[in-house]
């Protein structure tokens, strides 16, 4: 089944809202940095890990133990989102133990679950 591609029958441009939401859109910069952001969404284990940490802060080997994979991976993938400023640490001893970096990370996460959800 063919779809329709909508086209404007009129070629003319309104100056005026184009005027606005040029004013209005972040740089480009701005722009890719967001995307970037929205790609480390894009695994389900980063997923998983958020999770995990939406109920408490834990070590990789309880993040390990908990998803049933390797310490290597989770580490690997705490990186990714440490990276991404998603996720934080700090030392208690010789542990590393990883929280949600903020409450956004959380808004982000409810959000695209109750969009899906609809």
Same mark, same amino acid.
Do not use: W
């Given at each position: 089944?063919?779809? #329709? !591609?909508?086209?404007?029958?009129? &070629?003319? !441009?309104?100056?005026?809202?184009?005027?606005?939401?040029?004013? *209005? @859109?972040?740089?480009?910069?701005?722009? $890719?940095?967001?995307?970037?952001? $929205?790609?480390?969404?894009? *695994? /389900? /284990?980063?997923?998983?890990?958020? $999770?995990? =940490?939406?109920?408490? *802060? @834990?070590?990789?080997?309880?993040?390990?133990?908990?998803?049933?994979?390797?310490?290597? #991976?989770?580490?690997? &993938? =705490?990186?990714?989102?440490? &990276? #991404?400023?998603?996720?934080?640490?700090?030392?208690?001893?010789? &542990?590393? +133990?990883?929280?949600? #970096?903020? *409450?956004?990370?959380?808004? +982000?996460?409810?959000?695209?679950?109750?969009? +899906?959800?609809?």
């Amino acid at each position: 089944m063919e779809q #329709a !591609v909508e086209r404007c029958q009129e &070629q003319h !441009v309104h100056e005026e809202v184009i005027n606005i939401v040029t004013a *209005d @859109m972040p740089e480009d910069e701005i722009l $890719y940095d967001l995307a970037e952001l $929205y790609k480390v969404f894009g *695994d /389900t /284990t980063r997923i998983k890990i958020l $999770y995990v =940490l939406f109920e408490s *802060d @834990m070590c990789v080997c309880d993040i390990a133990q908990l998803l049933n994979m390797g310490q290597s #991976a989770i580490s690997h &993938q =705490l990186r990714v989102l440490k &990276q #991404a400023q998603l996720v934080r640490f700090r030392r208690e001893g010789k &542990q590393v +133990i990883y929280s949600l #970096a903020d *409450d956004h990370v959380r808004t +982000i996460i409810n959000n695209g679950m109750e969009h +899906i959800m609809e």
